[in-house]
């Protein structure tokens, strides 16, 4: 794993190139409109929005999993470390250092927590000895996997089977890692305990992140960059803090405004506006 972090106003090596794509369910459904965005290396990258705004599918088309949902890449192009990479298969991107954690905290429900974690490293050839170390290395960053770790993961809690995605994606030794939702369906204290887990493997193991999330308070704080998607396009990008005192996200995304909080009338009227597209 790499050990740069971005840093503001220096130049960084960019590792994933989002170009202007677009994306067709059934040969019909136009989701994706042109979207580019781009990821450095050691970075943390948020991509926002609400739901059906076309975060998850932005995801599936960099990971290769839009075919299994009949869906494809129409135009634009994805590339990785200056290479292409649309048609690869999914295995061959998590060889090259890319993996998607889908949103739902899936497992294998039947296995323990152990088990899931080392289904992780199928893919890699470098043996027994530096698969356990890393196991160990996940467990340090989740400890309450360790405690866990001979229980059927399907038995474990919300929180625990989020962790253990993670962890799961942590063993192929990825470069980048792709995560959908992490907040999804968990309590602020363990949202925040998330998000701290990812600060750190970003900060001490160098992994990058392109993350798509519905709270966007959260991903704000954690995130340098962030990409505000709505209806299939970007429709608004910056650094993090930028984007956090920027008045259209506060009011639109925040529920704030110059007068205080608003309330959520006046936000799904603002939505209706639009008044960062006009």
Known sequence: MLDATPEEGGKTETLLEVNNIEVIYNHVILVL????????????????????????????????LLHSERGEVTKGAIVYRGQPVTELDPAELVRKGVIQVMEGRRCFEHLTVEENLITGAYTRTDGRAAVKADLEMVYGYFPRLKDRRRSQAGYTSGGEQQMLSIGRALMSRPETILLDEPSMGLAPQLVEEIFE????????????????????????RFAHYGYILESGRVVMDGPAADLRENPDVKEFYLGMSEKGRTSFRDVRSYRRRKRWLS
């Open 197 to 220: 887990i990812v600060k750190g493997l970003n900060e001490n193991e160098g992994v990058s992140f392109l993350l798509a999330e519905q709270n966007t308070n959260v991903a704000l």
């Open 33 to 64: 409109k042109g979207v580019s965005l781009s990821v450095p290396k050691g970075g943390i990258i948020a991509l926002l929005g609400g739901n059906g705004a076309g975060k998850t599918t932005t995801l599936k088309a960099i990971s290769n």
